[in-house]
């Protein structure tokens, strides 16, 4: 700060106080300035920016202000610095919430493993067998499946499969079906209050559930 007494004030009294970790002051500042993606700060009253480390081979930094990196997961590398993990076998992307390589969509791993699985393996483009548009429609999954086979879909029912591979359902139970009049009356009712919270009244037992912030 412009008051400050020293280069690096400690406290109010000296002017100022220690920038905080995860970022760094310029002398005669007022605003601390955040370490960018791939590099982090774990110690306070940082006053350049190249004081902001950077991630290590192996970890990955995806956000600013960051006190410390995420260490990459599954089958990837990384370099000084990065922002994200890089996936070692073609054609997969890394998913970072789940920390695995995935073959990206359209894709299928040469070694006959699950597409969805983590795998140094790499991914060849999918090329799907040629439906009979007469009985045969493509699922979700770009495989060919019997246009009226949908029980599991329709949990034992009957419906056919769309253009998009989504089963839609036939003779589908109503509310009132599934829950009549009487049914409904005793079911608990939320309501979104204007404070902030969430109110549940129980029509049951004539009680009301309060302080459920949201």
């Known amino acids: 700060m412009s008051t400050a007494i020293t280069d690096k004030p400690r406290n109010l009294d000296e002017g ?11 002398g005669g500042t007022y605003t601390a300035v955040a370490c960018p993606i791939g590099y982090y700060g774990d110690q306070e009253a940082l006053g350049f920016l190249n004081e902001c480390k950077p991630c290590q081979p192996g970890y990955y930094g995806n956000k600013v202000g960051a006190t410390e990196c995420q260490k990459c997961q599954g089958a990837t590398i990384s370099d000084l610095g990065s922002s994200t993990c890089q996936c070692i076998g073609l054609n997969r992307k890394y998913l970072s919430e789940i920390g695995a390589c995935v073959c990206k969509t359209g894709f299928t791993p040469i070694d006959g493993s699950s597409k969805n699985d983590d795998g140094y393996a790499d991914c ?3 090329i799907y067998e040629n439906c009979d548009e007469e009985i045969e429609a493509r699922d979700s999954n770009g495989d060919c499946r019997y246009k009226y086979d949908c029980r ?3 949990d034992g029912g009957v419906g056919t499969v769309q253009f998009n591979g989504i089963c839609q359902c036939q003779n589908i139970k109503t509310v009132d079906e599934i829950c009549p ?5 005793q079911l608990p009712l939320t309501y979104f209050t204007s404070n902030g919270t969430i109110e549940i009244y129980n ?3 004539n009680a009301t559930v309060t302080n459920l912030a949201f």
Request: charged fraction near 25%; hydrophobic fraction near 10%.
């Open 16 to 26: 100022g106080y220690p920038c905080p970790k995860g970022f760094y002051c310029p």
């Open 181 to 185: 009049h009487e049914c409904q009356t």
């Open 124 to 126: 060849e483009k999918k």
């Open 152 to 154: 599991e879909a329709c």
């Open 203 to 205: 029509p049951v037992s």
